[in-house]
Nanobody, 124 residues
C-alpha cells in the first residue's frame, strides 16, 4: 500500500510554470510506477505522465509532451511534475497516482490508488 499527498497547485497565467509535488508513504513506494492524471470540469480522467521505479523511465500524454517533466526521488519518496508553457486547457484537478506499471497510451492508464488532488488553474 502507498499513500499519496499532492501539493503545489495554484493559479498561473498562460505561458507560466508550476511544479507539483507528491509525497508518498508506505514501504512499497519504490515498487510502484507513479504518475499524474487530471480531471477537467465536465471531462473524464486523462493520464498526464508516469515514471517507472528503477531505472526510471518516463511517459507523457501527447497534450503535455515537451512541456511537462516528471521526476522521482525514491530516497525521499517524492515525485514531481514540472509544468511549463501552461495553457488554459491544462486547467484541472491534478492527482498523483500509483500504477502497477506505466502503460501506453498514457492518457488511458489505470491507477490503483491516488491522492486527494490539487487544483491547477491557468488563466488566459
Amino acid at each position: 500500500q502507498v499513500q499519496l499527498v499532492e501539493s503545489g497547485g495554484g493559479l498561473v497565467q498562460a505561458g507560466g510554470s508550476l511544479r507539483l509535488s507528491c509525497a508518498a508513504s508506505g514501504r512499497t513506494f519504490s515498487t510502484y510506477a507513479i504518475g499524474w492524471f487530471r480531471r477537467a470540469p465536465g471531462k473524464g480522467r486523462e493520464g498526464v505522465s508516469c515514471i517507472t521505479g528503477s531505472p526510471p523511465k518516463t511517459f507523457y500524454g501527447d497534450s503535455v509532451k515537451d512541456r511537462f517533466t516528471i521526476s522521482r526521488d525514491n530516497a525521499k519518496k517524492m515525485v514531481y511534475l514540472r509544468m511549463d508553457s501552461l495553457k488554459p486547457e491544462d486547467t484541472a484537478v491534478y492527482y498523483c497516482a500509483a500504477y502497477v506499471s506505466c502503460t501506453v497510451p498514457t492518457e488511458t492508464s489505470q491507477p490503483v490508488g491516488w491522492g486527494q488532488g490539487t487544483q491547477v488553474t491557468v488563466s488566459s
